[in-house]
């Protein structure tokens, strides 16, 4: 399919060049090459600044946009060379890689030596790009495109709603009120109480502080953002956000809805295997609705103790499931041989994914009508575009903010009961969730009754409404066709505020 240009090109200036710059970890990739092919597809030149390890899991996106004629481009730079000096271990160049706390911070200090190589490329090129787009977490980037002199938009990946309670907490000073039990967030539409544990922000621990400060300068020095989200899930809270910024903020989403055709569901920057095929078959034979689906996200590491409840929880609540776990977590004989144990028990009911599996094509199977989240923005937005309900159990940043969205605000939602942060690889020493809760909650969400069922069609409406958002003429659609327009006729930077009225009116 060859590219469907935007503006009359007889009459119309060379399509603009936007250059995307993700911060590398699979929650924050995966969106922005979702977005650098909805530009591509619109006639627009998309180029995925990487280094060379996320490089090679993009080949099956790149071929992909290449068969389709897409002017999508990976452009590779190499990991710096610092990292050796910083102690990373070779190969390292994704957070998903990073085995041992003592690296995290490392990691994003070495990541800021990417600026010479970015700067390079854009002075290199024939033309000067349009606009950068780059991840928030890559504050870095405003500096080099400061002085390139290019206009720039920053990419945040969780909701509006959580980006806008980070926004007015920062501007507050409130993050820093660590010693205080909980309190009210200032200039939401609705009232949003928080405690430590669920603060928003990102780079909240001690020693971190510059990484949070270099993050809001970025996004309030930008020309705007660009949200993963859409007008008719978030209506106030975009409105919100835009106008505490004072800045446009373009909501594009779902970026997933992009992926309608079935390689491009299953893969989402993986090459499909067997796992596809076999989840595929296994879920053709279950009821519409029936079936409930685990996945805690690319980054969260479950300890065998709460592997063995979550597994315990699923087997109690009786329904049938589809869980993925990952292969660190099932690395050891003690729990491969936990799990060849329960899958004997479940054998018909339950279906165990190790590794990777096709999210997308999961859950727009007409068997799922559940999914227990870790609560990552990408996931749930990925599972309210498919009229999923969930089981939230956030982990840490912005998913218990996300959690009080879907549970509290858009009502697609049952809490398994976390209440605090855990760390990246099963700090889970407190069991706050155990196999009661995990059965409870699955068979809140997937049982009838009248709340059930309210639940299940206020998710199926938001599918609805959010596909309408993606196409032609809809409000994310539309929202695209305005940036794309912005920077192909130059036209003045829209910097003015827009005056809404935020008060909290709401307990949620």
Not at 179 to 200: A, F, I, L, N, S
Not at 207 to 235: C, I, K, P, S, Y
Not at 362 to 383: K, P, Q
């Amino acid at each position: 399919m060859a590219p469907t240009a935007e503006l009359d090109t007889a009459t119309s200036p060379p399509p603009p060049h936007f250059v995307i710059v993700p911060f590398p970890a699979q929650g924050h990739t995966i969106p922005m090459v979702d977005l650098a092919r909805l530009l591509a597809e619109r006639g627009v030149r998309a180029s995925l600044v990487v280094t060379p390890v996320n490089a090679a899991r993009l080949r099956g996106a790149a071929d992909h946009a290449a068969r389709a004629e897409l002017p999508l481009e990976i452009v590779e730079v190499p990991f710096p060379p610092s990292a050796a000096d910083a102690g990373l271990p070779p190969g390292v160049e994704n957070i998903d890689l990073i085995t041992d706390y003592a690296d995290f911070r490392p990691f994003f200090d070495v990541m800021r030596d990417l600026a010479a190589p970015l700067e390079a490329y854009l002075r290199a090129l024939p033309a000067p790009p349009s606009c950068v787009i780059s991840d928030l977490s890559n504050s870095w980037t405003a500096g080099v495109v400061s002085r390139v002199g290019l206009p720039r938009l920053f990419f945040h990946g969780p909701s509006c709603f959580y980006s806008l309670c980070d926004l007015n907490a920062a501007a507050h000073g409130l993050q820093q009120q660590a010693d205080d039990d909980r309190y009210v967030v200032p200039g939401m539409p609705v009232r949003v109480e928080v405690t430590k544990d669920t603060q928003p922000g990102f780079f909240n621990t001690p020693g971190w502080e510059d990484l949070r400060d270099a993050a809001m300068e970025a996004m309030r020095t930008a020309d705007g953002g660009v949200v993963n989200t859409f007008l008719d899930l978030e209506d106030e809270f975009i409105a919100c956000f835009e106008a505490a910024l004072a800045k446009p903020v373009w909501t594009l989403g779902p970026f997933c809805l992009y992926n309608r055709d079935a390689d491009a569901m299953a893969s989402r920057g993986n090459t499909p295997d067997v796992a596809q095929s076999v989840v595929t078959t296994w879920l053709d034979a279950m009821d519409t609705d029936s079936v409930i689906y685990v996945n805690f996200g690319s980054l969260a590491r479950k300890v065998p103790k709460y592997l063995f409840e979550v597994g315990h929880g699923l087997e109690d609540s009786g329904k049938p499931f589809v869980w993925v776990v990952k292969e660190s977590e099932v690395a050891t004989p003690e729990v491969q041989e936990w799990l060849s144990a329960l899958e004997a028990r479940v054998a018909g009911r339950g279906v165990v994914v190790r590794g990777w599996a096709p999210q997308l094509a999961i859950l727009s199977h007409r068997a799922v009508g559940g999914f227990v989240t870790h609560c990552g923005w990408n996931s749930i937005l990925e599972s309210i575009a498919h009229g999923v309900p969930v089981v939230t159990w956030p982990h840490f940043t912005d998913q218990f903010l996300n959690e009080r969205l879907a549970v509290n605000v858009l009502g697609v939602g049952v809490p398994v009961g976390a209440t605090a942060s855990v760390l990246l690889f099963g700090d889970e020493a407190a069991m706050q969730v155990g196999r009661a809760d995990v059965a409870r909650a699955v068979s809140k969400l997937m049982d009838g009754g009248e709340e059930a069922g309210e639940r299940r069609r206020k998710a199926k409406e938001y599918g609805e409404k959010a596909h309408r958002a993606m196409e032609k003429g809809g409000s994310s659609y539309e929202s695209l066709t305005q940036l794309i327009r912005s920077f192909t006729l130059q036209e003045p930077k829209n910097s003015s505020s827009i005056t809404v009225e935020c008060s909290a009116n709401r307990h949620i």
